[in-house]
């Protein structure tokens, strides 16, 4: 069984509905998904409604750093009340991002240290979302004492030293498609060294299809090629890692893995 930690999955990316692409996946042998609800309180309340629905999936709930001007003490409120929603198993994706710069650097700072506070509030995890800004992201995780919670590098495209000290807050590290990139090489490093207890893979829906797919729109049952790659590189069996990664996502999401789908076990 395996367990995606990371997709997008609103009706815009997939107009055939949620409910078709995952029937796919299933079929393929993903039999857990974390939806990611941001972009707006529509998309985070449309992860959690598929996550009431449906057993085998789990949302989040967050400002995405692109959004981070969108941010109103209104949003943040409705927001902390959807954080606390059972099926709402992380606090996320939320961080920073100086590679687009959608909004000021200052404005996603104060949004993203503001959902570490919530996520300490409502004592769960963090989904990470970095890019171009390893030192801001990593000092801002340890002054705000991300560490009581720990959480997910999701996306994971940084070196080893950023992967260190991410770990040693307590986070887990998710490979994307990009683990299946030619070039990726300081992400294959960390792939093949980092502690197996630490790993997970993720789509990010509908972007980053892995290679073979590469350059078609992402969707979860895709999340086998990044799993096979992360197992080639470890040298490890496929199964293996495809149990360690699933049970190590329901251990940061807090989950039984159970028959009857994802049952949240509480912190
Ligand atoms: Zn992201
Ligand atoms: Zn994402």
């Known amino acids: 069984m395996l367990f995606d930690t990371h997709c997008h999955l609103d009706d815009g990316s997939f107009p055939e509905g949620a409910d078709a692409v995952l029937a796919r996946a299933r079929g393929a042998g993903v039999g857990a ?42 949003l943040e409120a409705e927001l902390a009340l959807l954080a606390s929603h059972p099926r709402v198993v992380a606090v996320g994706e939320v961080g920073l991002d100086y590679h687009y710069d959608h909004s000021p650097r200052a404005v996603q700072q104060g949004v993203f240290a503001r959902a570490i506070a919530l996520a300490r509030r409502v ?18 995780l340890e002054a705000e004492g991300a560490r009581d919670v720990g959480g997910i590098i999701h996306c994971f495209s ?57 350059g078609k729109k992402c969707e979860p049952a895709y999340v086998v090629h990044t799993l096979a790659r992360l197992a080639e590189l470890r040298g490890a069996d496929r199964d293996r890692i495809a149990e360690a990664t699933s049970d190590n996502a329901a251990r940061i999401f807090r989950l039984a893995l159970g028959a009857g789908g994802l049952e949240v076990a509480g912190p």
């Open 33 to 74: 998904f974390a939806c990611i609800g941001v972009g707006s309180l529509e998309h985070a309340r449309g992860a959690v409604a598929l996550a009431e629905r449906c057993p085998d999936v789990v949302a989040t709930a967050g400002i995405h750093p692109h959004d981070a001007t969108s941010a109103d003490p209104a």
């Open 158 to 214: 940084e070196d080893r030293a950023f992967a260190e000290r991410a770990l040693a807050l307590g986070f887990y590290i998710s490979f994307s498609g990009i683990l299946t990139f030619k070039n990726a090489r300081s992400v294959h490093e960390v792939a093949a060294w980092a502690p197996e207890d630490r790993l997970l893979v993720e789509t990010d829906s509908p972007y980053l299809a892995p290679v073979p797919l590469r």
């Open 123 to 140: 004592k769960k995890p963090l989904v990470i979302h970095t890019r171009s800004a390893p030192e801001d992201t990593l000092s801002i």
